[in-house]
């Protein structure tokens, strides 16, 4: 087996190893339940699962504190259990019922916690990067010393407006992080095949925004790269890129015909450089915890994610009255509560 | 208890699938990743994985079976302890209850607001501001930048952003002042970057601040309106009425003069097409000034399309403190008994004119200014058409799909019993802005084509 470079990371408590390793287990496993939901005719439409990423967003959230805000893509489930919605809420809205977080109308790709400060779930792709630096722009205006995470992937990171979106960040020293989520295939398009440069890291260079390239299938690199972005951020000196090399183990969506990588290419991403193995590994050889520590940590999210499938089928749909509500708004939102 | 294995759905629209070979055989043991099979669609070929992890007991659908349909067991997996004694009946048939919860057929859609007894219909037409209120003379633009200082001083977290907004002071002088007032904080020149900067006012919006964007025309939001109608228009709807975006998106539209066919587009019906956005296009002073305030306080997406040839022009302004007009309510700017003429924005320059020349001739006409397009004062218009019998409606844009359109179909729902005539629609014409002066006079819509549509509708 190969070395796992964080194993030599010393300043990490057992508690916290074992947070990382639950909270990625519980996006793991949940979306292996959304899969088969799906499979079941549950879910329906578009339904993007993270399986493989889960030390990206876990890794940045434990850089993140009270407050801060985050924005990302389609492939968002992740995101919103890492932040602490509630899986219950989410797999409702994937399954399209009341219990849903929007009620069902907005589905797997368009989900919004105001209370856990997630602005979305963004179906077109790229279009959540000016919005998350606009969060940052408030932020700034509103004097609150808060810090935005505007999430895209690789495919994501040739659009144009994400090059509006450094170049005004940088110009008006905005508090957002740029977390390019390289998962290294743009639905079926390799990024050789997609983007110039292999750095996408770099692409800051020229707008004098700092970047850094992060090993995503590492937890704990993620997170300590989070914590220098957070504090760059926070510090007042504008946006910071991270671009967290990971990877998909899933197709893009449902159908999926994965003739664009090798079997091979994804066994052994999964068998060498799994991020929830990697920990495990970690808590077992470190004797942090034991396989019957990790056994109950198991079984807690098999609980949790059965109990969320079990909701999520057992809320009604939402009322008909459902479909002419929401459409304006009768006064000012609350959006910065 | 054993788990049936259940044929996938796996894509939006698979009913069924043929299952082309299994990678596991019975006895094996598999846990949650595992490939268990190759199931093929019309659309690919696909891996099937293992989500609980066990020992296969039965593969009950053999390799190379076609037209197996979605959710039939294929294959029961024993927990640990379990053995294939354990398998009882298996039953063949879909657990189809459960499964199906979500796939019903949807029951008729909500009745969309109906219409009905048009006898009832009420004009709201009504005045804006008390009989004898103090007037001064007042152009659209200065009306504008009133608008925005008033409501800039009450709300600090209103603020204008775009293109030459700032030190500039605005490219048609609409923002003439603030930056001096407000400071650059509150008064942002962005770089020209529409996309970036209407996408980053949306999340300002969502952050909690009250965005004012200004386009420098709205032919330069095109680059935008993807963030404007995905991201400011849909997510109040998308989050369930979690989040929404109260902004207002404004700046000059349509035709100037001689700035050819990428400068000079209407955009009323584009915007008006769309849920979740509210729109006001306004044509004097006083509107422009009580509308923008209205749209900055307003909790929703706001298009405000405004007209570089108005903005110079005066009209009279109400001297009062606080002046707002709300959406939803149609001006009647001038009686009348034998015709209604509708318009809004600069087409109303048309219809005034029109009226006044058709007055010379003994016809009279009612002209309406319906102010805001979304929502449209229906109520207005049909009292007036039900008074008058006949209807010509004027505009700028593109004649498919237009205002006058929507308005004609609506009238013929509601009011079919009280036409005299078919209603007709003058509107620019269906060619792309050409540069010529005397062609492009020609483009658009003209006085003397309301006057013809008038005198057709009234058979003189």
């Known amino acids: ?337 | 208890m054993p788990t049936e294995i259940l044929m996938p759905a796996l894509s939006p629209t698979m009913e069924e699938g043929t299952l082309a070979k299994w990678m596991v055989k019975e006895g094996d043991t598999v846990s949650s990743g595992d490939i268990l099979a190759e199931i093929e669609t019309d659309k690919a070929t696909m891996e099937f994985e293992a989500v609980d992890e066990g020992t296969i007991g039965k593969i009950l659908i053999a390799e190379g079976t076609e037209g197996v349909k979605v959710n039939t067991p294929i294959a029961v997996l024993l927990e640990e302890g379990e053995s294939a004694d354990d398998i009882g009946e298996i039953s063949a048939a879909p657990e189809a209850d459960k499964a199906d919860a979500g796939n019903e057929e949807a029951p008729a859609a909500a009745e969309a607001p109906a219409a009905s007894a048009p006898a009832e219909v009420k004009s709201k037409a009504s005045p804006d501001y008390p009989e004898g209120t103090e007037m001064r003379e007042q152009t659209v633009r200065e009306a504008l930048r009133d608008a925005m200082a008033e409501e800039m001083r009450a709300d600090t977290n209103v603020y204008v952003m775009g293109e030459e907004v700032a030190e500039y002071q605005g490219a048609y002088k609409v923002t003439q002042g603030l930056l001096d007032e407000f400071g650059p904080k509150r008064v942002v020149d962005t770089p020209i970057t529409e996309h970036g900067f209407a996408g980053l006012a949306v999340g300002a919006a969502f952050g909690g601040l009250k965005p004012i964007v200004e386009f420098m025309t709205f032919n330069f939001a095109m680059q935008a309106i993807d963030q404007i109608i995905n991201s400011a228009a849909k997510t109040l709807y998308m989050s369930g009425g979690q989040m929404g975006a109260p902004m207002v998106f404004r700046g000059p539209n349509g035709a100037a003069a001689r700035v050819g066919a990428q400068h000079s587009q209407d955009y009323a019906a584009w915007y008006a097409h769309i849920p979740g956005l509210k729109v006001v296009m306004p044509y004097s002073a006083a509107d422009a000034k009580g509308l923008l305030k209205q749209a900055i306080r307003d909790p929703n997406p706001v298009i405000f399309l405004e007209n570089e040839i108005l903005y110079g022009r005066s009209f009279e302004v109400p001297v009062l403190e606080d002046f707002t007009i709300p959406f939803g309510k149609a001006r009647i700017w001038r009686e009348g008994s034998d015709v209604t003429l509708v318009s809004f924005g600069i087409g109303m320059q048309y219809a005034l004119e029109a009226a006044d020349k058709l007055a010379d001739e003994g016809i009279s006409a009612e002209v309406i200014d319906l102010r805001t397009l979304r929502p449209i004062d229906y109520d207005t218009v049909l009292a007036s058409v039900m008074k008058t019998n006949r209807c010509v409606t004027v505009e700028e844009g593109f004649p498919v799909g237009s205002i006058g359109n929507h308005l004609s179909a609506t009238i013929m729902e509601r009011a079919f019993d009280y036409l005299d005539a078919p209603v007709i629609n003058c509107t620019g014409k269906d060619v792309p802005m050409p540069y010529a002066a005397n062609l492009e006079k020609h483009a658009l819509v003209t006085t003397d084509e309301v006057i013809a549509a008038v005198k057709k509708v009234t058979y003189r």
């Open chain 1, 1 to 337: 087996m190969a070395t796992r470079k964080s194993a030599a990371k010393p300043n990490v408590s057992a508690d916290e190893l074992k947070k990382y390793y639950h909270d990625m287990l519980l996006i793991r496993r949940f979306e292996e339940k959304a899969g088969q939901l799906y499979g079941m005719g549950l879910i329906g439409g578009f339904c993007h699962l993270y399986i493989g990423q889960e030390a990206v967003v876990v890794g940045l959230e434990a850089a993140a504190e009270e407050g801060d805000k985050r924005v990302t893509s389609y492939r968002d489930h992740g995101h919103m259990l890492a932040c602490g919605m509630d899986p219950n809420g989410v797999m409702a809205e994937l399954t399209g019922r009341e219990g849903g977080y929007s009620k069902g109308k907005g589905g797997s790709m368009h989900m919004f916690s105001k209370e856990k400060h997630f602005y979305g779930g963004h179906g077109i792709v790229g279009a959540q990067v000016p919005i998350g630096t606009g969060l940052a722009f408030a932020d700034k205006y509103l004097e609150n010393d808060r810090v935005s995470f505007a999430y895209f992937g690789d495919g994501a990171a040739n659009q144009g407006q994400v090059y509006e979106s450094f170049n005004m960040a940088a110009i008006w020293k905005l508090p957002v992080i740029f977390v390019i989520e390289n998962n290294q295939y743009a639905m079926g398009t390799a990024q050789k095949r997609s983007t110039s440069s292999a750095e996408i890291y770099k692409r800051g260079e020229p707008f004098g925004i700092p970047g850094q390239l992060v090993d995503g299938m590492d937890v704990l690199a993620v997170k300590e790269a989070g914590e220098k972005a957070v504090a760059h951020c926070r510090s007042g000196e504008g946006p910071y890129i991270l671009e967290v090399k990971t990877y998909r183990y899933r197709g893009h969506s449902m159908s999926d015909p994965a003739k664009y990588r090798t079997r091979e290419e994804v066994q052994n991403m999964r068998e060498k450089h799994d991020p929830i193995e990697n920990i495990r590994q970690m808590l077992v050889d470190g004797k942090h915890a034991s396989e019957e520590d990790l056994k109950e940590i198991d079984k807690t999210i098999k609980d949790i994610v059965n109990k969320s499938a079990d909701f999520a089928k057992e809320s009604p749909e939402p009322a008909l009255e459902e479909l002419w509500t929401d459409i304006y708004a009768e006064e000012i939102p609350q959006n910065n509560a």
